[in-house]
T-cell receptor
Framework: AQKITQTQPGMFVQEKEAVTLDCTYDTSDPSYGLFWYKQPSSGEMIFLIY??????QNATEGRYSLNFQKARKSANLVISASQLGDSAMYFC?????????????FGKGTKLSVIP | KAGVTQTPRYLIKTRGQQVTLSCSPI?????VSWYQQTPGQGLQFLFEYFSETQRNKGNFPGRFSGRQFSNSRSEMNVSTLELGDSALYLC?????????????FGSGTQLSVL
């Protein structure tokens, strides 16, 4: 079974500052993928960044980077230079690699509020 | 390229009724999966279809069912609605050939059961 834990129900950050959203995971799969999604109030889940368990380097996508520490089973999202439009719910998710592993397991999410 | 389209956007039903939700995936995507999102349980996987076959199923009662058509469009059906079925239902599509693929989500259908 896979489990994702996001321990920060809510976070505040000043505009233009960087912020780190925490995510820890548990899985018995030897190979897996970790995802971060953003969900604004409109409801749509927007893909932000992906990290494969065998990727040697941390993933980056524009202002988003993933701080992947495999031994600690953590996959924290770092948002640099926060913008007002970054205010939303953020979900960490994972997916295994075996047969039938096309589903995502999500954490409970972190609500990020960017303060002007 | 058009995104994932879910219809309707909002639905209001009463207990005991049934409901059908629709999802049109991104062109070329053969995998469609469904998720239920509630404030209490968060995001939970319902099922996933690939090339008209259910490939994976979450832990939901048999009242929840789905299907996929030859054009990859998918429908989800909930029979004998209960108050607890009130939720945002999200559909996601992908090529369905690799575990590392991004899932692209629609805006969801907000179902309210009265």
């Amino acid at each position: 079974a896979q489990k994702i834990t996001q321990t920060q129900p809510g976070m505040f950050v000043q505009e233009k500052e960087a912020v780190t959203l925490d995510c820890t995971y548990d899985t018995s799969d030897p190979s897996y993928g970790l995802f971060w999604y953003k969900q604004p109030s409109s409801g749509e889940m927007i893909f932000l960044i992906y990290q494969g368990s065998y990727d040697q380097q941390n993933a980056t996508e524009g202002r988003y980077s993933l701080n992947f520490q495999k031994a600690r089973k953590s996959a924290n999202l770092v948002i640099s230079a926060s913008q007002l439009g970054d205010s939303a719910m953020y979900f960490c998710a994972m997916r295994g690699s075996g047969a039938g592993s096309y589903q995502l397991t999500f954490g409970k999410g972190t609500k990020l509020s960017v303060i002007p | 390229k058009a995104g994932v389209t879910q219809t309707p956007r909002y639905l209001i039903k009463t207990r005991g009724q049934q409901v059908t939700l629709s999802c049109s995936p991104i062109s070329g995507h053969r995998s469609v999966s469904w998720y239920q999102q509630t404030p209490g349980q968060g995001l939970q996987f319902l099922f996933e279809y690939f090339s008209e076959t259910q490939r994976n199923k979450g832990n939901f009662p048999g009242r929840f069912s789905g299907r996929q058509f030859s054009n990859s469009r998918s429908e989800m059906n909930v029979s004998t609605l209960e108050l607890g079925d009130s939720a945002l239902y999200l559909c996601a599509s992908s090529r369905g050939t690799s575990g590392g693929e991004k899932l692209f989500f629609g805006s969801g259908t907000q179902l309210s059961v009265l």
